[in-house]
């Protein structure tokens, strides 16, 4: 299966450092962020994977590159270890890479991956600034198209305060962790977010997209006709929107945590959870 990482962003809260360093490429733990994610992926299934890369980030596609020289190098070394990771590095999964010129958003983004998906029935999306805690929710999503057939979202709670920074859902839950979603606005003020209901019919704590994705192709037509949203940009939660419309769309929550590593602070969090 193929899933899409989008890496193209600027980084600008992680300045002066991603001038140099991709986001992306930070440290965390004996790792980068994006090893994580790319890692993710592949053990669901999503080994077929295309990164979306800005101009200067030409680091990532080195670090999932075979470096022969290197590998000799090691292996003369007996340096075993060090030649296992590296490897493992780059056989995860079959990865290629496509440059987003313009910054013009996350669904901009998504948009390019369109002739890799070609007529694949779904698609993973994954963030490649985010980092999942305890487990990974791909399974369920993939679990939960297998039965239903519908594009799907990872959904987490989240504070009031925070609405205004995500996409967010309404939905009513139809089985255990899954939810008819209809509603999904990007970045709404607290009084005009959409809210979950339970099965039980009470209402649930706001919940946000969780960086984690499973689209259909339709996702590319609704991409082509959106235009420029919240901040000028081609938001992925508008052509969400027009996808539930026509065909539906499921959200799925599940027991692990999402770790956003787009700032300095989310990076130090996120390194303390993973090393606790």
Excluded at 56 to 84: R, V
Excluded at 98 to 126: H, N, S, T
Aim: charged residues 25%; proline residues 7%.
């Amino acid at each position: 299966m193929k899933a899409i990482i989008p890496a193209a962003g600027l980084g600008t809260r992680f300045l002066p450092i991603a001038k140099a360093v991709p986001k992306e490429m930070l440290p965390l733990g004996d790792k980068p962020v994006i090893h994580h994610v790319v890692a993710e992926a592949a053990a669901a299934g999503f080994d077929e994977i295309l990164i979306i890369v800005s101009r200067g980030k030409e680091c990532i596609i080195e670090y999932f590159a075979p470096n022969p020289e290197l590998e000799s190098h090691l292996d003369a070394a007996g340096k075993s270890d060090a030649l296992a990771a590296v490897r493992q590095a780059t056989s995860m999964a079959r990865i290629e890479y496509a440059y987003q010129e313009k910054m013009l958003g996350l669904g901009d983004a998504v948009k390019i991956g369109r002739k890799f998906i070609g007529a694949d029935p779904v698609f993973a999306v994954l963030l490649g600034d985010t980092v999942m805690q305890h487990s990974s929710p791909l399974g369920a999503m993939a679990a939960a198209w297998k039965t239903f057939h519908k594009p799907t979202v990872c959904l987490e709670p989240c504070a009031e305060e925070r609405v205004s920074r995500y996409g967010v859902a309404g939905g009513r839950e139809t089985e255990a962790s899954i939810f008819e979603l209809d509603e999904l606005v990007e970045k709404p003020a607290p009084d005009r977010a959409p809210r979950l209901t339970s099965s039980a019919g009470s209402r649930l704590p706001f919940h946000a997209f969780a960086a984690r994705y499973l689209f259909t192709p339709e996702i590319f037509d609704c991409l082509e006709k959106t235009t420029s949203g919240f901040a000028g940009e081609i938001q992925l939660t508008d052509a969400m929107e027009q996808l539930r419309r026509k065909t539906g769309m499921l959200g799925i929550t599940w027991p692990g945590k999402r770790l956003d590593i787009g700032s300095p602070a989310g990076l130090i969090e996120a390194a303390r959870a993973l090393g606790s």
